[in-house]
């Protein structure tokens, strides 16, 4: 089932900020840190967009979210600052 409106604006939210963390850790060559951000984008756009992954080629479903981390990364280049370790 897909998410409703106000839901979608939060899962939005939510996508941009784990797309800018998965950005900066491929930056900082964190590898880790870059696969489960990926995972949990992953996950966030299947719960989104109700999708089935059994329900659609694997090649479609990564479309899909390419398609939508380029958008997000788009729409937060620029605006993530990073304050380094104390």
Do not use: W
């Amino acid at each position: 089932m897909a998410a409703s409106a106000p839901q979608k604006q939060d899962c939005s939210k939510l996508f941009r900020l784990l797309s800018a963390a998965r950005e900066e850790a491929q930056k900082l060559k964190l590898a880790s840190v870059g696969h489960l951000t990926h995972m949990a984008i992953i996950q966030l756009v299947l719960d989104l967009d109700g999708i089935d992954p059994e329900m659609i080629p694997d090649r479609m479903l990564e479309n899909i979210v390419d398609n939508k981390m380029r958008m997000a990364q788009d729409a937060m280049r620029d605006n993530i600052v990073i304050y380094p370790g104390r």
